[in-house]
């Protein structure tokens, strides 16, 4: 088998990309400077010969590979278990809000980042199954395969991929519009790039 190359990217910047709001699974779109950003990555991309594309069901993910996607020729599938970390009744939320209305739910999550699940939502323990499970899917594909995911969802699946232990996921940059390469052969793979800037 010769190689074949798997890149997961992260989306674009959002019209709410700031550290005060937990965005999670909050369906913002993305930002002018986000649309121009996957512009600029799908004209560095398009020498790249890609088999499919695949992003999450959100918004932010979706316009980032549907822009990409059109300097490739190809459709974007979206894939609602490639979403970012569902953070429930938080989702949306600016976190000094969160901090004064569930100022006992804040602690303890802060205490249990991992393992701690907001009402309605999912622990990081359950994110990172889900990419495993979805992952396991994707391989299955012929192919060189594009991924327009996110942050938290990247960083679980690195984790896995790496085999490094989960509590060190926040340890992995995963900035907008950034790059990693995962190349398999022979049923083995290897992590060519992480964080990788398409944008130059």
């Known amino acids: 088998m010769k190689e074949r190359y798997i890149f997961?990217?992260?989306?674009?910047?959002?019209?709410?990309?700031?550290?005060k709001r937990l965005i999670g699974q909050y369906d913002?779109?993305?930002?002018?400077?986000?649309?121009?950003?996957s512009h600029r990555i799908g004209e560095i991309l398009k020498k790249n010969q890609f088999?499919?594309?695949?992003?999450?069901?959100?918004?932010?993910?979706?316009?980032?590979?549907?822009?990409?996607?059109?300097?490739?020729?190809?459709?974007?599938?979206?894939?609602?278990?490639?979403?970012?970390?569902?953070?429930?009744?938080?989702?949306?939320?600016?976190?000094?809000?969160?901090?004064n209305k569930y100022p006992i739910e804040y602690d303890q999550r802060g205490k249990d980042l991992l393992n701690y699940k907001i009402s309605g939502g999912e622990n990081f323990i359950e994110?990172?199954?889900?990419?495993?499970?979805i992952f396991k899917e994707i391989q299955k594909k012929e192919g060189n395969i594009l991924i327009v995911g996110h942050s938290?969802?990247?960083?679980?699946?690195?984790?896995?991929?790496?085999?490094?232990?989960?509590?060190?996921?926040?340890?992995?940059?995963q900035n907008y519009g950034c790059c990693n390469i995962v190349v398999e052969k022979n049923?083995?793979?290897?992590?060519?790039?992480i964080n990788g800037n398409l944008s130059i």
């Open 8 to 19: 997961l990217l992260r989306h674009c910047q959002t019209q709410l990309s700031d550290k």
């Open 28 to 37: 913002v779109p993305l930002s002018q400077e986000g649309i121009a950003l």
């Open 51 to 99: 088999h499919h594309v695949l992003c999450s069901d959100l918004k932010r993910s979706k316009k980032t590979a549907e822009i990409i996607a059109s300097y490739i020729n190809h459709k974007p599938q979206p894939l609602k278990e490639l979403n970012e970390i569902s953070l429930g009744r938080w989702d949306g939320m600016y976190i000094d809000d969160i901090r």
């Open 127 to 133: 994110l990172q199954e889900r990419a495993k499970t």
């Open 152 to 173: 938290g969802f990247n960083r679980a699946l690195l984790c896995e991929l790496l085999k490094i232990p989960i509590n060190r996921l926040l340890t992995i940059k």
């Open 187 to 193: 049923k083995g793979y290897y992590i060519k790039l």
